[in-house]
């Protein structure tokens, strides 16, 4: 069947409105289909391979609109014995074999597009276990997250890294005697962007007097931009966070849990104790 046939096919199915709600229903169903295929075989040779067949098909159908006759028989002879198929099962079994096990392993909810979500939450708990454990070595660090107002001004006295945040990565760059554990890291989404940073320190008065450096750059950040600053401290390894210039220490596992969720899943800045019930008494 050729491309003319084709579209007079789908033109005669689509005339009534049932064949038309049928014809939009099976073109999502194959689009999320290739969508979910392309987005699983990305990072594998797979991916480029796909690409390629996609280039033959396009081209395939030029040439048959522009009437290349010649290139459009061997193209679409080459699309259609089905032998290239054959060959790309057997070059990429392992590819297919782990593709389909993703398949078969994923909830509906992960089909439909939640899988992004899943991934935030599995960064938040090696993230909870990372910060867990600096505050259980008494290591310091500075984590500093990009809300509504841009960073790059920070981001820009650093180190650049642009890269995926993971557990392993804040415990490497805070290690002490490493070249990047000194000044903060600045996080944007689930991306570090730039470690080693530089932070304004506050000029409140009203500081305590025990809160050593990392603590007045975490309130000097906080209000001049919006941010959300997770600290923990060298000398007590007690984990405190800073919000709009002000400061709640000694987070526990719980606390430091709903931050990160508050941050990386539903996108919010923290809500502090007082302005929790300022809200409430507001309603």
């Known amino acids: 069947m050729d491309l003319i046939n084709i579209l007079q096919t789908i033109f005669n199915a689509i005339k009534t409105p049932s064949g038309l709600a049928s014809f939009v229903f099976d073109v999502l169903i194959i689009t999320i289909f290739l969508y979910k295929i392309l987005e699983w075989t990305k990072e594998t040779r797979a991916y480029q391979v796909m690409k390629g067949i996609g280039l033959l098909f396009l081209l395939s159908v030029i040439a048959r ?3 290349l006759w010649t290139i459009y028989w061997v193209l679409n002879s080459t699309l259609a014995s089905g032998s290239i198929f054959i060959i790309l099962f057997i070059l990429f079994t392992p590819e297919i074999r782990r593709m389909l096990g993703r398949i078969g392993s994923n909830r509906l909810s992960k089909l439909l597009g939640s899988e992004e979500e899943t991934d935030t939450r599995r960064t938040i708990q090696d993230l909870k276990r990372s910060i867990l454990h600096l505050s259980k070595r008494r290591v310091g660090a500075l984590l500093v997250f990009e809300r509504r107002s841009g960073l790059g001004d920070i981001a820009a006295t650093g180190i650049p890294l642009n890269a995926e945040l993971s557990g ?3 415990e490497n ?3 002490p005697n490493t070249p990047l554990h000194d000044g903060a890291v600045v ?4 991306t570090v962007i730039a470690a080693s940073c530089l932070l304004p320190l506050s000029d409140d008065t009203k500081v305590a007097r025990e809160l050593g450096t990392r603590h007045r750059a975490a309130l000097g950040v906080s209000s001049a931009a919006d941010c959300v600053v997770i600290i923990v401290s060298e000398e007590t390894g007690a984990i405190s966070v800073a919000r709009e210039g002000k400061l709640i220490r000694y987070l526990d596992e719980k606390a ?3 931050v990160l969720e508050s941050l ?7 809500v502090l104790p007082w302005n929790r019930k300022k809200k409430e008494a507001e309603a």
């Open 173 to 175: 760059i805070f290690e």
């Open 187 to 190: 996080i944007r989404g689930t």
């Open 256 to 258: 430091l849990n709903d």
């Open 168 to 170: 392993a990565l804040i």
């Open 264 to 270: 990386l899943v539903k996108n919010e800045g923290f």
């Open 65 to 67: 609109v522009l009437n």
